[in-house]
């Protein structure tokens, strides 16, 4: 794992990538906020080495990166699941590949069924906490220290300080915010009116499909993390409606500028 790390970032050093400050993974239907980065080089997957092939409509995939203000920043125009069927390290072999680019700072953007009675479809909710409910965990196995310590620490998984700054800069623009823990299951079935119930009753606002092995694997190598989730239809007892790929794709494109612009904003400030 750790040689074909280095490769890949070998290969993308070469390609003129150079120390982006912000990693981006760029969720469903949220592809759109690339139209904030200042494009320099875009890299399709498949050229990279080493580098998995999202294979899931509505889910292109390739490297992109280039700049939003002043700061560098690399994005995931298209991440890996693990109910495609790629093993957790595949998941997050691009998260340690931006490591080693330089990456100190990973934004990650999702869709989500709110459970919480409080949310709306097309509600934006930062990510304060997560559970890990897939039945696997990318750091099973030998631990590479050269990557990070065997016990991770995860008290703080979603930087607080990060979630303030979001929380002021949505105040300025006018845009409701909500908070929220973010459950991932494994997919790809949505969920049950029974399972969201079960959603609920642990403890999450929110459950998807992604994002935690992802957020799990930048923190076992000290990344400061930062999630965004946009509520795509509801888990709600009483008001579990039937619910499709082609639905969460549409209600996420409908936020997709708002999310870009607070992103924008985050990364300027
Ligand atoms: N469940 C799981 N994943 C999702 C959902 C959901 O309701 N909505 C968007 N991604």
Not at 30 to 37: Q, S, T
Request: proline residues 5%; charged residues 25%; hydrophobic residues 40%.
């Amino acid at each position: 794992m750790w040689n074909r790390v280095q490769e890949t970032v070998k290969f993308l050093q070469d390609k003129g990538i150079t120390k982006p400050a912000y990693g981006i993974i760029l969720g469903t239907g949220l592809g759109n906020l690339v139209e904030k980065i200042e494009i320099e080089i875009k890299i399709p997957y498949a050229e990279i080495p080493n580098f998995p092939i999202s294979t899931v409509a509505g889910h292109s995939g390739e490297l992109i990166f280039g700049t939003i203000g002043t700061k560098k920043v690399i994005a995931m125009r298209g991440r890996f699941h693990y109910y495609e069927g790629w093993t957790m390290e595949e998941t997050v072999f691009p998260v340690r590949v931006m490591k080693y680019l330089g990456v100190e700072n990973l934004i990650v953007s999702n869709a989500s069924g709110g459970v919480n009675p409080a949310f709306k479809v097309g509600d934006i909710m930062l990510i304060t906490d997560h559970i890990n409910f897939i039945p696997d965990h990318p750091l099973r196995g030998k631990n590479e220290d050269r990557f990070g310590p065997r016990f991770v620490d995860m008290h703080e998984p979603y930087s607080h300080k990060m979630i303030a700054k979001m929380e002021q800069i949505a105040d300025k623009m006018n845009v409701p915010i909500q908070k929220g823990i973010y459950l991932a299951l494994q997919g790809p079935t949505f969920e049950t009116p029974a399972e969201y119930r079960m959603v609920k009753l642990v403890g999450a606002d929110a459950v998807g499909m992604s994002t935690v092995p992802e957020v799990i694997v930048a923190k076992h190598m000290g990344i400061t993390c930062f999630g965004i989730s946009v509520i795509t239809d509801l888990g709600v007892e009483g008001i579990v409606e039937e619910v499709s790929h082609e639905e969460v794709q549409e209600v996420a494109k409908k936020s997709e500028k708002i999310v870009g612009k607070l992103v924008e904003e985050f990364v300027k400030s």
